[in-house]
């Protein structure tokens, strides 16, 4: 993931966006720019399977990265979201039921079992937290 969060890095030093060098949150403006961004790819998203043009749908999906990987070094996140990506997977593989069995819900999303955990994010970020 370093690797990608090092190109973003370029892109924003290049073209003068901005980068936090520790987790914060941005100004309203900017969070409600990266907010936009992130909805206009995603709409980009839909129109590509809509027309089922599998060309558009890649893009769409490299542009939500390239953008969601920019919002990380807007929030000063970068040196830490390899582990945040990591712990919620961790808690995301906790949605197996006692027996290792998974549960959907009708329209096919996983669902969380008994045995799920949330994230310790805190325990990550805990030196910048309040």
């Known amino acids: 993931m370093k690797k990608f969060i090092n190109k973003l890095v370029e892109f924003h030093r290049t073209f003068e966006v901005n980068i936090e060098n520790k987790p914060t ?10 907010q ?11 129109d590509a399977w809509k027309n089922n043009d599998l060309t558009e749908v890649a893009d769409a999906l490299a542009d939500i990265q390239y953008v969601l990987l920019g919002t990380v070094l807007e929030f000063g996140l970068q040196d830490y ?42 325990k990550i970020l805990k030196s910048y937290l309040p």
């Open 25 to 34: 949150i941005p100004s309203l403006q900017r969070c409600e720019l990266r």
């Open 36 to 46: 936009k961004l992130i909805e206009e790819e995603v709409s980009e998203l839909k």
């Open 81 to 122: 979201f390899e582990e945040i990506f990591n712990e919620v997977h961790r808690s995301n593989m906790s949605k197996l039921d006692k027996r290792g069995n998974v549960v959907h819900r009708s329209d096919g999303k996983v669902m969380k079992s008994e045995i799920y955990f949330v994230p310790n994010l805190k």
